[in-house]
């Protein structure tokens, strides 16, 4: 089941400091699960380390309303982060990161 309303936000490492983030966008996935444009289409990602943000506990205590036998009052994962790394030989391509989710647990890979 798509992940509608899930919000995210893509950062980008500062100054080679792995505690000093930059928030490129945000947004909040529609009802396939997906945000189409999260950056505009002409953006270009320059090479260096990012963090995808899931703010899965807003997501899951929202679903806890809908299913309350299903989902706890306090989410197991309050948030998911994924670090990834652009390399000059990848900045001109498109980036699908999912995020499989469930009340305990979740993977990523890199999608097409």
């Known amino acids: 089941m798509p992940a509608a309303g899930l919000p995210i936000s893509l950062l980008r490492v500062m100054d080679g400091s792995a505690a000093v983030f930059d928030c490129l966008a945000s947004g ?3 009802a396939d699960g ?3 444009n999260l950056l505009p289409a002409s953006a270009w990602v320059a090479p260096g380390t990012y963090r995808m943000r899931f703010d899965t506990g ?3 205590r929202a679903c806890r309303e ?3 036998d299903v989902f706890r009052a306090v989410p197991f994962y ?3 982060t994924i670090d990834f790394s652009i ?3 990848m900045a001109s391509q498109h980036f699908h990161i999912p995020l499989l989710l469930n009340p ?3 993977s990523t890979y890199r999608g097409s």
């Open 58 to 60: 807003t997501y899951l």
């Open 28 to 30: 909040v996935t529609d």
């Open 87 to 89: 390399t000059p030989d």
């Open 66 to 68: 809908r299913h309350p």
């Open 78 to 80: 309050p948030e998911a």
């Open 34 to 36: 997906r945000i189409g």
């Open 104 to 106: 305990y647990g979740y």
